[in-house]
Each structure stands twice: as C-alpha cells, then as structure tokens.
C-alpha cells in the first residue's frame, strides 16, 4: 500500500474529524496531494487539493468548512473537517502525484478509502 488513510468514523451533524493520509517508505518524493470523496450511489469528486508549495484549493461545498494540510518531512497529508453535515457522509480517498522505488517516474497513486459517516 502506498499511501495510508485512517481517521474516519461517525460523528454527529455538526461535529470534526481529522483525516490523515501517510505515504509509505517506497514513494520518495510528493507533489501535489489532495483528497477525494465518493457517497453511495455518486462519483467521486475533488474535495481538496494542496500543491507541493502549499497552495490549496476547496470543492465550493466544504469551503470555510475543511482545511487541507501537509506535513513534507512526514509525506502525510490530512483534511480537517468541521461543522460536518450529512451530506458530508461518504468514503473519502486520499491521492498523491509522487515518484516511487518501485517506478521509473511520477504517477498518481491512491489510499485505500477512509468512511465518514454523518448522523443527522
């Protein structure tokens, strides 16, 4: 696996949670990072990004709502996300452009998915 999300769960209608996404030993280097959700039934959409340089960048519905953040020196990216709603309710995806020991240049690679649950 190469990159590792964890932190989802339930959490009341207005409550946090913190989602964080660590990349293993095998990718060497990281540029941009962002994280993606897909809800029953619904494709996945962009919730996220952050550039290497630390630029970010919202989907208009979690705006003033999730912060994205990164830590260089730990390859790990987390997305905090606070007055949570329902319609927050999905399984959020963490993605990663980075270069591998297993590869011979940069790719995009993906974490296994991390469910938030929302309860009204």
């Known amino acids: 696996v190469q990159l590792q999300a964890s932190g989802g769960g339930l959490v009341q209608a207005g409550g946090s949670l913190k989602l964080s996404c660590a990349a293993s030993?095998?990718?060497?280097?990281?540029?941009?990072m962002a994280w993606y959700r897909q809800a029953p039934g619904k494709q996945r959409e962009l919730v996220a990004h952050?550039?290497?340089?630390?630029?970010?960048s919202y989907a208009e519905s979690v705006k003033g709502r999730f912060t994205i953040s990164r830590d260089n020196a730990k390859k790990t990216v987390y997305l905090e996300m606070d007055s949570l709603m329902p319609e927050d309710t999905a399984v959020y995806y963490c993605?990663?452009?980075?270069?591998?020991?297993?590869?011979?240049?940069?790719?995009?690679?993906w974490g296994q998915g991390t469910l938030v649950t929302v309860s009204s």
């Open positions: 993605y990663a452009y980075a270069s591998a020991k297993s590869s011979l240049g940069w790719a995009g690679y």
């Open positions: 030993r095998s990718i060497l280097n990281v540029n941009d």
């Open positions: 952050i550039t290497g340089g630390g630029s970010t």
